[in-house]
């Protein structure tokens, strides 16, 4: 089948966007009608690793439905042997699902940056380790791309200014991987809780699960299918060792999840969706966070991995709401002075089971409702209206977790400005509100 290009530039639509006053986002115009000819959604796929691939296939499987229609026609990853297994997959499932000649061959890319330069790519999935998340998504935003970027929102809290910031200046959709927000349970807690349903809120507790293990930094050859570099990106370098990067064969839990230097640790990985929760319940998940925060943790001697174990915090809110987290089986818990609502995936509980039959009223608060995050993201791509989880929710969820854990580093009370996004009176604190980028990764 022959398959042309969009007839109008990304220049020109640039500026057709610009002079469209009324339209939030940027939108190819060949998008604009859905019965027109060419209105296919065209998604890239940025890191097809263990949790890309879910959200590739996510956005292949959503995007078959004709209310949607979307199409996966590009993946990439650093290790370039991922990015054609990812090209097969699709392929195979557009195959079975469509037919023999009725879909788009895919195309594999190991540098993301060759990527974004395709005009005809309108959004793309962000699936990388932690430290890539801005880098990323900045050069997506600032191509004119949606994105859909996994959670954590970015490394560092400057990082996720300067990702908020290029997203609503190039008038971008972006979700954030948050896909708690997605579910019923979750959505229906928050309803509870943000309408008093609980008496006047007084305690929330977030619980995380625990890293563990060890490994080695012995090392290794770096393998001829990846780019080393790219994949160490913005970071210092350091030599490549399998366990820090990713399990040369399958698609196991791999090690920079467990490597300060990548990834904050569970304080993020699981973090960044139980205090969305928290923050999505008292309502202060768009442009605020807690005032102070306190936390010990313990970080072992476990070789390579150096992320911390064990954890207990507590932070309180400007209205008096104390946040107190620990490690165990993730949940969270509101408390309030008339009862309490538990939440954690595929379950909730109360202390009164009729608080979860709470029927709203009409001048109630009510939650944006979503069934399936991908299609959330598609459907937005559409309307051009934002998100369940857009980029400043993802960016004040993760807040709260980067400053518990630097409040884990420094062993003491900080006292945290929600407004500045500043540490009070505090230069240790808040020269760790950054890392320095390596040329030429920097954002």
């Not at 408390?335 to 029927?359: F, H, P």
């Not at 559409?382 to 977790?401: K, L, M």
Request: with cysteine; charged share 25%; aromatic share 8%.
């Amino acid at each position: 089948m022959n398959y042309s290009r969009p007839s109008v530039r990304r220049r020109s639509m640039l500026k057709a966007a610009a002079a469209t006053v009324s339209a939030p986002y940027f939108v190819p115009s060949r998008l604009l009608g859905l019965d027109a000819p060419s209105n296919t959604l065209r998604i890239g796929s940025i890191g097809t690793g263990r949790m890309g691939h879910g959200d590739m296939k996510e956005a292949v499987y959503r995007g078959l439905d004709p209310k949607l229609n979307a199409r996966v026609v590009a993946v990439c990853d650093v290790n370039l042997e991922r990015a054609r297994h990812a090209k097969g997959e699709v392929e195979a499932i557009y195959e079975k699902k469509l037919g023999p000649g009725k879909y788009e061959p895919v195309k594999a890319y190991q540098d993301f940056r060759e990527l974004l330069g395709r005009d005809d790519i309108d959004g793309v999935t962000i699936s990388t380790p932690d430290h890539q998340h801005a880098l990323n998504g900045i050069a997506a935003a600032n191509a004119g791309k949606a994105i859909y970027i996994q959670k954590p929102f970015t490394y560092s809290i400057v990082e996720g200014q300067k990702l908020v910031k290029a997203v609503r200046k190039n008038k971008v959709i972006l979700q954030t991987g948050s896909q708690q927000r997605s579910d019923q349970r979750f959505r229906r807690t928050c309803e509870i809780v943000r309408n008093g349903y609980l008496g006047k809120l007084h305690t929330i507790e977030v619980i995380v699960p625990t890293d563990h293990g060890k490994a080695s930094a012995d090392p290794e050859t770096v393998p001829d299918d990846l780019n080393y570099d790219l994949w160490m990106g913005p970071t210092a370098k350091r030599p490549y060792t399998s366990a820090c990067v990713h399990p040369l064969k399958g698609y196991g839990r791999p090690g920079w999840l467990q490597v300060e230097q990548y990834c904050r640790g569970m304080i993020t990985g699981w973090g960044a969706h139980m205090y969305d929760i928290a923050q999505w319940g008292l309502g202060t998940d768009t442009n605020s966070g807690p005032v102070s925060v306190k936390a010990t943790a313990e970080f072992p001697d476990r070789g390579l991995f150096n992320v911390h174990v064990g954890y207990d915090a507590e932070a309180e809110y400007a209205n008096g709401v104390k946040l107190v987290s620990h490690n165990g089986a993730p949940g969270v818990k509101f408390i309030g002075e008339d009862g309490w609502v538990w939440v954690a995936r595929g379950k909730w509980d109360a202390s009164d089971q009729n608080i979860l039959r709470t029927q709203l009223k009409d001048n109630d608060v009510h939650l944006t409702v979503s069934a399936n995050h991908m299609i959330n993201f598609l459907q937005s791509m559409r309307s051009r209206q934002d998100p369940i989880a857009p980029a400043e929710v993802g960016h004040r969820s993760n807040s709260v977790c980067v400053i518990h854990h630097i409040a884990m580093k420094l062993g003491r009370k900080l006292k945290w400005d929600p407004q500045t996004e500043q540490f009070v009176n505090d230069a240790e604190a808040n020269k760790m509100l950054d890392f320095d980028h390596r040329e030429p990764y920097t954002v």
